[in-house]
């Protein structure tokens, strides 16, 4: 069973929003971390955002800081990505990354921290 799974990405106008979801089935889910990446054709991937255990430190990267927000629910073992304002440049696949931690208020935005990643979901901003 994937450890993470992705949903909510799809094709939207510029302008719109979505809002990805990231499962945890098969993860004790309140001992990680959360984070999303995104990455683009030819470019290297990128720390969108991320979410502590305890769900005090939430970080945004630079690309999307304004215009998104993370949230994440431990008894759903999910955490959530709500993307609005989207431009054509915010098209990327969109991947949701776990990070093993003991530290309640742990979050990095190296993409070597994490432990576990998602398949990725594909975001398509159109204009």
């Known amino acids: 069973q994937a450890q993470l799974v992705e949903s909510g990405g799809g094709e939207v106008q510029a302008g719109g929003s979505l809002r990805l979801s990231c499962a945890a089935p098969?993860?004790?889910?309140?001992?990680?971390?959360m984070g999303w990446f995104r990455q683009a054709p030819g470019q290297e991937r990128e720390f969108v955002g991320g979410?502590?255990?305890?769900?005090?430190?939430?970080n945004y990267g630079d690309s999307l800081k304004g215009r998104s927000t993370i949230s994440r629910d431990n008894a759903k073992k999910s955490v959530y990505l709500q993307m609005n304002s989207l431009k054509p440049e915010d098209t990327a696949v969109y991947y949701c990354?776990?990070?093993?931690?003991?530290?309640?208020?742990?979050?990095?935005?190296?993409?070597?921290?994490?432990?576990?990643w998602g398949q990725g979901t594909q975001v398509t901003v159109s204009s």
């Open positions: 979410i502590s255990r305890s769900g005090r430190i939430i």
């Open positions: 098969a993860i004790t889910f309140s001992n990680y971390a």
């Open positions: 990354a776990a990070d093993l931690t003991s530290s309640p208020d742990r979050l990095i935005s190296r993409a070597d921290a994490y432990n576990y």
